[in-house]
């Protein structure tokens, strides 16, 4: 972008948010979400529906105007600009071609807009369709072409007037898996290519993990984390964060020293994550556990690589190609439920439905969380 | 008809539940898929030629008429005699062709038809964007009271109330006399009859423009905001043309409706203004020269033919599949 060409203007943030909230009605949509995205970064704001994720991206977008809060683009605070006055290109959910034009006049639509030369608007056209390669189909409308293509035809749209911010609404929701994959690489190019800065709202985990730079997990309203997908895949600092991101199993107990939790007495050790509140020791508490670190064994060992293991029943044995997923029960801990992955069943012995096994992990990779205050927890 | 078979099908799946668990309109479809049952299948093909028999012979009925009036436009009316003549002639043709008065209210008429037109789209397109786009329930409620209210009036209620208010001595003029003005003669005049023209045909314009604009995604106009374009630009380049097929069929009927109107130029018009209907009427009901009345007629409905042609070419027969032009 020819903003990062300024010295002085290159540590200002793309977006800046401080406090931002919006209402409903009743209903709290935002509540004081601050954060800040840097330039040329891509951003993914994770969230399930209603947790105020897309509400976030109509005010960047200046669709809707926020009841408190301060919001800057390019260190610009833009609470009176209209949205058509901003510098923001949009990919929304349903597309939103118009249908009455080529694909060609969708892309051209933004420049003729901003009043671009005219003499350079063809050229321009053709390079952005050779962009998100449409080469030689300007001239379709948009209901004569594929989902695929007519995805690439809105991208190219929100992208031909070098927008300083690109805003996706959950574009891709609505297509099917495989292509679905192939257009977040595809995103992923387009946007290390041109550079502009990016914000997607998904409630996508995977999406938000292989797009983004920065992650926003957000619930209620309320942004939960703010961090690289690594750090939130490893140190989710909320448990809804970990359960958004894939952790099947949580363990509910007592906090112990150690740090350890303690189910049905029996203590388990685990350890707490960067970011979230530790828990306190006799306080209730949960465990986190991701399937996949969970390893089974012969009854009444410790399976390798484990600091902890319980007697489990195996309940059913879910082949998945590659995998098998199995759902254990616990008596030792009360007859709670957990789930374990063997992503190598080649290698190891199967178990079937009724097995005594034995169900262990590795400390690091049981978090404790604090219970005490049971807001947003998954069931 | 073709599906009975599926549907003895799923008849034969089970033990029936009590008759009393369904509502009563699904019992009502049951008795008249049991009467389908008597008709026989062979002449299941039938069917859907005999649901189109009604309009089939209304039709009918008007292209007889149209023919019948054919008939009697080529017989000149002979005056000793009252009666038509026996042999065909272009004479009645000629006579309107040769009439300043029959020209000067075709004129009237189709100035009429455009005017009105143009003034009701113009009018209705923000009423019916309103109505569609308002989130707030209760206006929306108000709105469309608005827009159904006048259909519960007739055409000739309102142009007498329209007489009442602009008379020499109705309120508009008492009113204008309050404030020292006037008072003006409103009555009477071709501009009158447009603005009772406008007034009649405001709502069925709106009503046909509501579902056309309704079925503009607003995702699309914010689409074009983050485009770059003004709220005005937005509704100039992409809402109208979406609209299109509404706007079309709402200018159809507002036009035509206007260009054959009666009751407004005989009403607020005092005579002074008419319309064609109003000469028609004058041939079969004055003068009784239903030859001359029945060449008027037929230019009559061959202009409303012209222009709903005309307007039917512009929407790129878009109006009919929402396909517009590949």
Sequence with gaps: MPAAAHPAAADIPAVEARGLARRYGDAQALRAASFTVAKGRFLTVLGPSGSGKSTLLRLIAGFERADAGDLRLFGRPVEAVPP???????VFQRLALFPHMTAADNVAFPLRMRRWDARDIPARVERFLALVRLEGLGRRRPDELSGGQQQRVAIARALVFEPQLLLLDEPLASLDAKLREEM??????????????????????????????????MEGGRILQDAAPETLWREPAHPFVAGFLGVGTFLEGVAADGPALDVAGRRLPGRTTAGAPA????????????AERVTLGPAGTLPPGSDAAVEAVVEDAIFEGDRILYELRLPGLGGARLRAIDADPGARARHAPGDRVAAGWARGDFLLFDASDRTGRLP | MSDADGRSARGRAGPRPPLAAYPLGWRVLDALEAAAELWPRRWGGAVKWLMLLPALALVGLLLWGLGVMADASLRAMDFRTYRLAEEWSAANFAKAWGSAAFWATARRSLVAAVAVTAICLALALPYAYAMTRTRRPGLRRLLLIGLFLPFFIGQVVRAYGWLILLGQQGMVNQALGAAGLGPYRLLFEYPTVIFGLVQYMLPFAALMLAPALAAVPEEVERAAASCGASWPRTLWHVVIPMARPGLIAAALVVSTLTLTDFAMPAIMGGGGSDFLANLVYDQFFRTSDAGLGSAITLILTFLGTTVAAVLLTMAGIAAQGGRGRR
């Design chain 1, 184 to 217: 977040q690489l595809e995103f992923r190019r387009i946007q290390r290519e041109l550079g502009v800065t990016t914000i997607n709202v998904t409630h996508d985990q995977r999406e938000a993990l292989v797009m983004s730079d920065q992650v926003i997990v």
């Design chain 1, 84 to 90: 058509h006055r901003r510098s923001v290109g949009m």
């Design chain 1, 279 to 290: 828990p306190r020791p006799g306080h209730p508490a949960q465990g986190a556990l991701r």
